[in-house]
């Protein structure tokens, strides 16, 4: 088999059934097993899925402060901003851009150390990062760990079902899937260690960061806003958390064909661009699935990428040392470098177009 097809850990009902179709389980089944998977007394392997769960419920706390004894709406919209704005295009600079497709290059550690840890740590870069990968190469397909034909709650339920590494890779194959994250600054097990943890990442760096990036953030918060605004903020963390699991359901069309002509150019998959993500956090998703390497993803006039905004301003500041933009070659590929079909199209990028032709 490929290596993509045994990286992940193949639930209990499997990937597919004899005939090669999705096995879509039941939301009983699925429940079985996230708590067989988040079971560390089973096996100390478990320890990632249960971390997973565990930050979620450690956040409940600050969100029934956050609801019953500070809310204002000064803070409702401070929790809207973070969750939805903050916290989301921070996952897309550092989960999908560096971590997963490496789209952009630091130039020292420091800042990618910064960026890793410009807001509230809540999960593990492999749990994202290796499973996005099988995600890309298996899209719609059985594999897919968050197949939007699965339903909604097989995507709610990935994180711990389906995004974890198999436990019983070989070596080689363990050298393959550790060097999925080498690059992020993440403390690696060695193989020995694999087999004893079930991971890529090692546990007490994992949980280390974790504790040193809430203490640091909740006395950041304290010192500009009290209690009140570190229990908002923390709030808005746990918020994006739970739903940004739903993401790659909505975000290929809920297993549904919704495609628009001239706004959803990849037609090999279900993915869609979608207004509010992309606007919220550069999440253009089918613009994505087409040049997934790529550091911009809003290609279009109206396409606001404030992820790309914030990789090339490091750019700019030299924290960035170099970046992959396929703007240029996603205009050419659809014949939108005219300027009465797009006016956006900078005298640049048509010079850009320009030489690749040559």
Known sequence: MAFIDIV?????????????????????????????RINIFKTKKNWIPFINWFTAICMLPFFYFFLFQFFSWPLLIAF?????VIMSTHGTIWFHRY????????????????????????FAEEVYVV????????????????????GIMYCM???????????????????????????????????????????IAAPFYTVGLLILNWSFWYAAFFLLGGHALACTL??????????????????????????????????????????????????WHNNHHLYPESARAGFLPYQLDLAWIYIYSMYKLGAVSSYKDLKPQFLKRFDLMKPEVNPSVTSTEAKQVREQSI
């Not at 209990?12 to 005939?19: I, L, P, T, V």
């Not at 890309?136 to 939007?148: M, Q, R, S």
């Open 234 to 283: 923390f709030s808005a963390a746990l918020f994006w958390f739970v739903l940004v699991r739903a993401f790659n359901y909505t975000g290929h069309g809920g297993g549904k064909v919704k495609h628009v002509d001239g706004i959803d150019f990849d037609r090999s998959n279900l993915s869609i661009n979608q207004s509010r993500p992309g606007t919220l956090s550069g999440e």
């Open 99 to 122: 971590s997963t497709h490496r789209a952009y290059a630091f130039s020292q550690p420091i800042w990618r150390f910064i960026t890793q840890n410009l807001v509230l740590r809540t």
């Open 131 to 150: 499973s996005h990968h099988v995600h890309h190469l298996k899209c719609e397909k059985p594999g897919d760990p968050y197949n939007a034909y699965g």
């Open 8 to 36: 992940l850990q193949v639930p209990s009902y499997g990937w597919a059934d004899k005939e090669g179709k999705l096995v879509v389980p039941s939301v009983k089944q699925l429940y079985a097993e996230a708590f067989s």
């Open 157 to 199: 339920l990935s994180d711990v079902n389906h995004q974890a590494i198999a436990k019983d890779l070989s070596e080689d194959d363990y050298k393959k899937a550790s060097h999925f994250i080498s690059h992020t600054g993440v403390q690696l097990n060695s193989y020995s260690q694999y087999l004893k943890w079930g991971s």
């Open 80 to 84: 809207i901003i973070y969750s939805m």
